[in-house]
């Protein structure tokens, strides 16, 4: 599964970004995607997820209210709405992903994801 993160910037706290993460490679279907987001000297930590067929999500409590994922399994793309954005939302944000055939799982560990995404640089400003 290949991976292309983009919609990465520069806001003002309070303000609003729509992060993308088109993938190929694989039936999207079956695939449960997920967002990390991860800060210099920091380990990666798990926003959201959805599953394959987007019945399920989960987020963190830092964005619960706030972001919202969601997935086009026709466009095989996950986007990651973010409102209210406050500065210590700034980090590079990972899409990744991982391949189930079944079910509605989501995970929310970075072990449970075989495949990743580049990054893309989230900054807000105060």
């Known amino acids: 599964v290949q991976l292309q993160a983009s919609g990465g910037g520069l806001v003002q706290a309070g303000g609003s970004l729509r992060l993308s993460c088109a993938a190929s490679?694989?039936?999207?279907?079956?695939?449960?995607m997920g967002w990390f987001r991860q800060t210099p000297g920091k380990e990666r930590e798990f926003v959201t997820a959805?599953?394959?067929?987007?019945?399920?999500?989960s987020y963190s409590d830092s964005v619960k209210g706030r972001f919202t994922i969601s997935r086009d399994n026709v466009k095989n793309t996950v986007y990651l709405q973010m409102n209210g954005l406050k500065p210590e939302d700034s980090a590079n944000y990972y899409c990744a992903a991982q391949i189930v055939y079944f079910g509605s799982h989501v995970y929310t560990r970075e072990s449970e994801y075989d495949y990743w995404g580049q990054g893309t640089q989230v900054t807000v400003s105060s």
């Open positions: 490679g694989r039936t999207f279907s079956s695939i449960v």
């Open positions: 959805i599953s394959r067929l987007g019945s399920v999500t």
